[in-house]
């Protein structure tokens, strides 16, 4: 599940993971009803929530400047991201590819938790001007609790646990040690699994103490970072599969084409209806000018179809190409980038395939099979 859109920074989508929702009730309950009642005795009960909403919109904004400032810097080096999904104590920025050299994934990890201290200084200096300046407590109380979250956010990201920035950091210093990535993405997992159960048992022996709601959030943030260790580190050894297999091996060979002058009427009638495919590469005489999907066919009026061709349609290249030779994992990066989801393999300028994720899932069943009956017993 991808979550929620919110919409877009500088090119980068930002989404909220439906966990967000819950979340952001208990934070803003635990600020309303518990931190600034405690911290700052004596207030009216709107002037709580006030302050409550108030730490709570600037608690996000603080997440996504961490999230944005990894984005930047990734997209500086090279490394395509697609947007930032936004969880509990921080955010997945949705990134294509892993960095390519140990410098550059130690850049990207680090400039999270510098934004967040350079964050924790800037509130800091804000409460300061603001006790100066005479500005009212429920002002500058915000301002000096903002400033302590972001030390205590910039303190969490950087404990040495894979996928947390400390965890990055780590496999960055490992991997430029050994020159071994999986060896390196492996400690760092492991670095960050233990770090969750002592999260969770750190959690449970708060909870058997009387602190119920500190220690079910300890709970809940160690495991969460035990499966995102487990996770990271398979999709690591996924994508050292994946890039050795060529997209002539997966794709489906000699797809039929239509033309850009075909009605969407014509192509329902003629193609959608009678073939199992849900997209069509399009062809003018000089050879391929787009892609054609359902999709786009759906999100155009019923009404329209007769009037309306495929060529103002399709998605157009050079974003959909790839050669025969490329790389499942660059193709799947492809898809990702691409709102068509498919791309089209050309040869010495002729396409020759397709490939779309059913040519994808039914290449990684066959791989299955193949392997079950490798390890059948004679
Ligand atoms: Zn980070």
């Known amino acids: 599940m991808d979550g929620f859109r919110l919409g877009s920074i500088s090119g980068f989508e930002i989404r909220i993971d439906f966990s967000w929702f819950v979340i952001v009730f208990l934070i803003l309950w635990s600020f309303s009803a518990g931190v600034f009642p405690q ?6 009960t709107g002037t709580y929530l006030a302050m409550g909403t108030a730490g709570a919109v600037l608690f996000f904004t603080s997440l996504l400047a961490h999230e944005l400032s990894h984005s930047v810097v990734a997209r500086s080096r090279g490394i395509p991201v697609a947007g930032i999904t936004l969880f509990i104590f921080g955010g997945l920025a949705r990134t294509g590819a892993e960095a390519s050299t140990p410098e550059d994934e130690l850049v990207i990890a680090g400039v999270g938790p510098l934004c967040s201290v350079a964050l924790g200084f800037l509130f800091h200096v804000l409460h300061q001007v603001g006790v100066v300046a005479g500005w009212p407590l429920p002002v500058t109380g915000v ?22 920035d400390g965890g990055r950091l780590f496999r960055a210093l490992a991997w430029k040690a050994t020159g071994d990535l999986t060896r390196a993405t492996r400690w760092a997992s492991d670095g960050g699994r233990i770090l969750g159960y002592t999260l969770v ?26 499966t995102a260790a487990v996770f990271s580190f398979q999709q690591h050894v996924l994508r050292g599969v994946l890039r050795g297999v060529e997209a002539r091996r997966v794709m489906t060979p000699h797809p039929t084409t239509v033309s850009p002058g075909l009605s969407l009427e014509d192509l329902v009638e003629e193609r959608f209806l009678r073939d199992p495919y849900q997209s069509y590469p399009v062809l003018d005489r000089y050879g391929v000018v787009g892609l054609v999907t359902l999709d786009q066919v759906k999100s155009t009026p019923r009404d329209r179809w007769a009037h309306t061709r495929v060529g103002d349609v399709m998605t157009t290249p050079p974003g959909l190409l790839v050669s025969p030779e490329s790389s499942l994992v660059d193709i799947l990066e492809r898809m990702a980038e691409t709102k068509s989801n ?37």
């Open 39 to 44: 911290r700052f005795p004596g207030l009216a």
């Open 201 to 226: 048992t750190l959690g449970v022996i708060q909870v058997l103490g009387g602190l119920v709601v500190g220690g079910l959030w300890l709970v809940f943030i160690g495991w969460f970072l035990r």
């Open 342 to 378: 498919r791309v089209m393999v050309m040869a010495d300028g002729k396409l020759v395939g397709v490939i779309s994720p059913s040519d994808v899932s039914r290449w990684i069943q066959r791989e299955q099979m193949i392997a079950d009956l490798k390890e059948r017993p004679r």
């Open 143 to 164: 301002a000096r609790y903002l400033g302590f979250l972001n030390f205590v956010l910039a303190g969490f990201n950087l404990l040495p646990g894979f996928p947390l």
